[in-house]
């Protein structure tokens, strides 16, 4: 499957921005997917994951209570609503899938999305 993340942009703190994932091909719904981020000098991780269903959600602490992952099997979207943005959640984010089950780990994603950049200013 080919992902193509988008949505980011340059926010001030306490602003939203929803991502959107959007995946090719008409197995989309046997994958689980991912979100991940890396900012500058720091290694890229987890921020949150969607089953395949969309039944199952799980989400990084930094994160929890402020962003919700969703998907759209139909549209073979998965979204990530980020709300109450804060500077430390400046990074590249980016969307991953896995045939399978949801993980935290990025290793077991296999298709990776290109990234979109989300700037937070104070």
């Known amino acids: 499957v080919q992902l193509q993340a988008s949505g980011g942009g340059l926010v001030q703190t306490g602003g939203s921005l929803r991502l959107s994932c959007a995946a090719s091909g008409d197995t989309f719904r046997t994958y689980a997917v991912g979100w991940f981020r890396q900012a500058p000098g720091e290694e890229r991780e987890f921020v949150a994951a969607i089953s395949r269903s969309g039944v199952v959600t799980d989400y990084a602490a930094s994160v929890k209570g402020r962003f919700t992952i969703s998907r759209d099997n139909a549209k073979n979207t998965v979204y990530l609503q980020t709300n109450s943005l804060k500077s430390e959640d400046t990074a590249v984010y980016y969307c991953?899938?896995?045939?399978?089950?949801?993980?935290?780990?990025?290793?077991?994603?296999?298709?990776w999305g290109q990234g979109t950049q989300v700037t937070v200013s104070s």
């Open positions: 991953a899938a896995r045939p399978g089950s949801l993980t935290t780990s990025p290793f077991p994603y296999n298709s």
